[in-house]
Structure formats: C-alpha cells, structure tokens
C-alpha cells in the first residue's frame, strides 16, 4: 500500500493533487499524446484566447489576467513558430504544455485560464478548428485539380477512345467526355466536404468536463470569435463525439477512391500492352535491376493509400461505437487517423493537380504532363465492333424492333471476326447476307448505314446532356469552368 502522506517524486502534473504516486515512465509514454496533438499547437491557442476574452468580458477573470495571457500566448506563439518551444511529455498533451509554459511566463494569469473549461471540451473544440483549415485546404485542392482535368479534357474534347465495360471494348467515347467522369466524381467529393464542414464549425467549449460550468459564461461569443456558426447545443455530445470527424474521413475515402480509380486507368493506359498515355518522367520511377522499366509510381501510390485512408475510416467508427457518454479517453486515439486522413488527402490533391496539369513551352505549345497517344486510341478502336451499337439504333429508326436489330448486328459480327475486320469494312452485300435470317432487317439496309459505323458518326450522334458527342463535352467543360469561377 503507497503511503498517503509521502509526496510524489518527478514533476507535478496538472491533476496530480489527488494521487500518492506518480505514474510509471511507461504509462506516461502510453497516455501522452503531446507528440502528435502539438500539430494542434496553433488551434489550442486561438481556442485559449478566445475563452480568456469570453471570461474577461463576463468579469470572471480580471482585465490584467487576460493581458497577461495575452501577453504569454504571444510569446508562446514566437517559441514554436522559431521552434524553441520545449515539448515535454511529462506534461502529457499540447494543451497542458501550453498551459503550463504559459503560467511559468505570467504566473497566476497563467492558472485562471482554465477556468470554466475542462480539456474535454478544449481538445473538441482544437480538433473542429484544425479540421476546418484541412476542409478548406482540401477544397481549393480539389479545385485546382478540376481545373487541370478541364484543360486536359478541353485539348481532348474530340479524341476518340474506345469506351469500355467490363473492360471490353463497348462504345467510342471521346477522352475529353471520359476526364469530365472525374470532374463530376470530385464535384460530389467538394459537396460532400463543404457538407461536413457545416457540422465541424460548431462550437464544444463552454461544455467543460461534461455538464457544462457554474460560471456565467457567453458561448454565442466565445463562437463568434472563433467563427463556429452555432455552439453545440448539448454538453454530453459536444465533449464526447466524433462523428464529424468520422464524416471526414469517410468523404476522403471517397475521394481517395476516385483518385484510386483514375490511377488504375492511367496505370492501365500506360501500359505498353495499352500505350493510351505516358506520363512525364518527374511522377514515374525506374527499377534497380531493370534499366528499361518506366513505373507509374504516383498512381500507384494513390492507390495504395485508399486503402489507408479507409483504415482511418473503419479505425474511428470502431473508436466510437462501444463509447458511453460522455467523453473517454478512447477519444485521446482519433487524432492519428484523422491528421493522417487529412495529409493522405492533401498531399494526394497536391501531386494530382500537378500531375494532371500543363504548362506553356517557350514557343506557346501546351504540353501536359499526360501525353495522349490519339493514334493508339484510335487503333483500339477499329478492334472490338465499338460502332455495333449505333448498327443496330440505325435499323431501329428504319423501324426494326430493337430486339430483332440486337440480333441481326450479332450476327453482322460474326461474320467481321471471322474475316478479322472492323463493321465499316463488310461490304453492303455481305452485310445484307448475314442478317438475312432476320425478318425485316436486309430492306433495311442502305449504302448510309457506313455513315453510322464511323466513330466520328457514333460520337456526334450521342447529342444530348451527359453524352459523348464534343458539342457536348464542350458545354459540359463550359458548364464546369462557369461552376469554378
Ligand atoms: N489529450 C486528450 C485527448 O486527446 C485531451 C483530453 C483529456 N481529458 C481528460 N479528461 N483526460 O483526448
């Protein structure tokens, strides 16, 4: 049994008064945060300042106690941006360290200022004001990234591609029509994080430990300083949930799963059995022992780091839900993932935009660092019966039903694959010969049908919003530039 009346050795912590012995170095290193919460270094100040204000305002603290911490914080502020602060784990997390530095600069000040305020809702409140510069970051991202597929999708409003499904070749699309895939993909990526953010920018603080404080605190203005659009409204949630910050990480695995997707494709199209792209030197690697080799590195990192992006998801949802109210120190375990998650997401926005980007050559020429092989695209083209399709809708407008169009087009393909040619290539007559099992389609048949089986023909054709013809994906990037601006 510890003897009540022997006092600790090693240095005081905050809440230390009540306990006869210190906790071993083991626990202290199993329990500290400071080493990954100080990232929120800048937050926990803005959130100190703003409450000390509140308290002065409201008389709780005196005037010369808020210039005091004022004067502190400022220092504080200058210690860490020139890097001299002195992170020390005996004092667990940033915002003890912070607390504490700050009392040894301006003493009892220095000890007021949590008062009506418990780490609880401290650390809820640093975490909603990191967050929302990581939203806000990962906005403009997103857009800097749409802003470069745009350009690339412009400069390829009417290059052909074969269109797939089931990777097998279906219907020609052009590559400008299939990048605006992904402007649409992230437009819902940006909805969904300026979404989140509505219910990150809420204020905790004035919640303290759980109940809420005796003090005749003002939380409307301690939100208002801080730019919270409403304060949280209950005092057990505000301390102990993390929902937004689960909602974030859901909404970047959604992005990361689209960049992943995109990343597939341009590994796929880099392929030398594709050879659609290349991508410039400075995203791709070499191998050590193979001097020929050209990796699609990037890409495949991206998709590499979905998977860790989705970790950070299902590592927070299992964090919360065996969680009573109100808050535990489970909660010390979401930061990790979070910042992680935010990172993933920035540093992935940030090599993409570059990566699907252009710059202007010394003689005016464009040059995107996706280089697009259109010959290639086009040869792909003439395999796989991509116009079969538009075959078939040309006899239906002649009034053949569609079903029976469908199988008169089969068989006009088993005659192109045992000659080894493309549709344009059968003659009339040999068109007319192998549909003729089919009632009604062979007088259906004119020398205009060859009109139709051209790519040129089947892209123009699909004339409407949300089809590949170019006069749409014109008005689709039009539409998008008009969005952005
Ligand atoms: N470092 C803690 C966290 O991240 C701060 C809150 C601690 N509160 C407490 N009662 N131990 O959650």
């Known amino acids: 049994m510890a003897d009540q009346s022997v006092p600790q050795d090693g240095p005081a912590k905050a809440w230390s008064g009540r306990f006869s012995e210190p906790v071993s170095d083991l626990v202290k290193r199993y329990t500290a945060s400071v080493f990954f919460d100080n990232r929120m270094a800048a937050q926990d100040i803005r959130g100190s300042l703003a409450h000390a204000t509140m308290l002065a305002r409201q008389g709780i603290i005196g005037p010369s106690d808020l210039a005091d911490i004022e004067r502190g914080m400022a220092q504080i502020v200058g210690e860490i941006e020139r890097g001299e602060f002195n992170w020390n784990l005996d004092d667990e997390d940033v915002h003890l360290n912070i607390e504490k530095r700050l009392t040894a600069l301006v003493g009892d000040a220095g000890k007021r200022l949590h008062t009506g305020r418990s780490r609880n809702d401290q650390v809820a409140t640093d975490i909603r004001l990191w967050l929302r510069d990581a939203i806000d970051t990962i906005l403009g991202l997103i857009r800097e990234f749409q802003l470069a597929v745009l350009e690339l999708a412009e400069h390829h409003a009417d290059t052909p591609l074969p269109g797939f499904t089931h990777l097998q070749v279906a219907q020609p699309v052009t590559f400008g029509h299939h990048l605006m895939a992904y402007f649409e993909m992230t437009r819902r990526d940006a909805e969904r994080f300026a979404d989140c953010r509505k219910r990150v920018n809420r204020l905790p603080l004035g919640s303290a430990a759980l109940a809420g404080t005796t003090y005749p605190i003002d939380r409307e203005y301690v939100a208002e300083l801080l730019g919270f659009e409403e304060v949280c409204f209950n005092s057990l949630d505000a301390v102990s949930d993390r929902d937004f910050a689960i909602e974030f990480c859901a909404a970047v695995s959604l992005l990361m799963t689209h960049l992943s997707r995109l990343s597939e494709e341009l590994i796929l199209w880099m392929s030398p059995r594709v050879g659609f792209i290349d991508l410039a030197d400075r995203f791709c690697t070499g191998s050590s022992i193979m001097p020929q080799k050209k990796n699609p590195d990037v890409p495949e990192l991206v998709r590499g780091k979905t998977g860790r992006a989705n970790g950070n998801l299902v590592s927070l949802l299992t964090l919360m839900?065996?969680?009573?109210?109100?808050?535990?120190?489970?909660?010390?375990?979401?930061?990790?993932?979070?910042?992680?998650?935010?990172?993933?997401?920035?540093?992935?926005?940030?090599?993409?935009?570059?990566?699907?980007?252009?710059?202007?050559?010394?003689?005016?020429?464009?040059?995107?660092?996706?280089?697009?092989?259109?010959?290639?695209?086009?040869?792909?083209?003439?395999?796989?019966?991509?116009?079969?399709?538009?075959?078939?809708?040309?006899?239906?407008?002649?009034?053949?039903?569609?079903?029976?169009?469908?199988?008169?087009?089969?068989?006009?393909?088993?005659?192109?694959?045992?000659?080894?040619?493309?549709?344009?290539?059968?003659?009339?007559?040999?068109?007319?010969?192998?549909?003729?099992?089919?009632?009604?389609?062979?007088?259906?048949?004119?020398?205009?049908?060859?009109?139709?089986?051209?790519?040129?023909?089947?892209?123009?054709?699909?004339?409407?919003?949300?089809?590949?013809?170019?006069?749409?994906?014109?008005?689709?990037?039009?539409?998008?530039?008009?969005?952005?601006?």
């Open 321 to 485: 839900k065996g969680q009573p109210l109100a808050y535990n120190k489970d909660n010390q375990e979401d930061k990790e993932p979070l910042f992680d998650s935010a990172d993933t997401a920035i540093d992935t926005l940030r090599i993409y935009a570059d990566m699907m980007g252009s710059r202007i050559e010394a003689n005016g020429e464009r040059v995107f660092n996706v280089r697009v092989k259109k010959e290639a695209m086009q040869a792909a083209l003439t395999q796989g019966f991509a116009t079969a399709t538009d075959l078939a809708d040309y006899l239906v407008k002649k009034g053949l039903p569609f079903r029976d169009a469908h199988e008169a087009v089969a068989l006009a393909v088993r005659v192109a694959d045992a000659k080894g040619c493309d549709l344009p290539q059968i003659p009339l007559d040999e068109l007319k010969t192998a549909m003729a099992h089919v009632a009604g389609a062979v007088e259906r048949l004119d020398a205009d049908v060859f009109q139709v089986l051209t790519v040129e023909g089947s892209l123009a054709s699909r004339d409407h919003i949300g089809g590949t013809a170019p006069k749409q994906v014109r008005a689709a990037i039009a539409r998008a530039r008009s969005r952005l601006a």
